[in-house]
């Protein structure tokens, strides 16, 4: 199957500070989407890229799609508490493909 | 209705019970698909319908596992003698189209279902 390898695989920032997280893929995908799972719940979308090279924003958050379409990232501005989660980044060709996941912590 | 429903929110079973778990996808959306997510945070694609019809079940295990989306009923996914490996939270998705780049592709998922076998 599809492998995406996803970093890191986890994360301890201070309240404000910037994250960064990435994910890269053997295989080509047509949409990259990026989703956020918290405790006892099911994966929420944040953003969903659909071009190349693409970038793309929803308030703090910002994600581009590489332009080989085998790679994104995904930027977090001035964290806040409530952006503790588990990100997950995605390839979709019909179903998903996830990456490993990158847990986020946010001290306050 | 607006959100994916998924029942029940746990389940546990016994060694080589059978367990049923529901989903309804949001209305209007045509395909339905369940993702199988394991301690390490893995997610595993496993079936994935068009309405009633399935579309894709290359990640379904070839024995015990079943789905089934029959109109005007919540789809189900089914596993005849359950073993200790199924246990896992099982998530429903659902999207309007498939295929191509566009946002009527967008997934979105259940709150899931918790299954422990003991």
């Known amino acids: 199957g599809q492998q995406l390898n996803q970093s890191p695989q986890s994360m301890f920032i201070q309240e404000g500070e910037d994250v960064s997280m990435n994910c890269t893929s053997s295989s080509i995908f047509n949409t990259w989407l990026w989703y956020k799972q918290e405790p006892g719940e099911g994966p929420v979308l944040l953003i969903a890229l659909y071009k190349a090279g693409e970038l793309t924003s929803n308030g703090r958050l910002t994600a581009q799609f590489g332009i080989t379409r085998k790679d994104s990232f995904l930027n977090i501005s001035a964290s806040i508490p409530s952006d503790v989660g588990i990100y997950f980044c995605a390839g979709q060709l019909n179903n998903l493909f996830f990456g490993t996941g990158t847990r986020l912590t946010v001290i306050p | 209705g607006e959100e994916v429903a998924q029942t029940p929110k746990h389940l546990v079973r016994g060694e080589g019970q059978k367990a049923k778990l529901y989903c309804a996808p949001i209305?209007?959306?045509?395909?339905v698909f369940w993702y199988q997510q394991v301690l390490k945070n893995e997610f595993k694609f496993l079936i994935s319908?068009?309405?009633?019809?399935?579309?894709?079940e290359t990640g379904m295990p070839k024995e015990r596992f079943s789905a089934k989306c029959l109109p005007n009923s919540p789809c189900s996914l089914e596993i005849q003698a359950t073993k200790l490996e199924d246990s896992a939270v099982y998530f429903c998705?659902?999207?309007?189209?498939?295929?191509?780049?566009?946002?009527?592709?967008?997934?979105?998922f259940g709150p899931g279902t918790r299954l422990t076998v003991l």
């Open positions: 998705a659902s999207s309007q189209s498939i295929g191509g780049t566009s946002s009527y592709n967008e997934q979105f």
């Open positions: 209305k209007g959306h045509s395909y």
């Open positions: 319908f068009q309405n009633e019809n399935v579309f894709d």
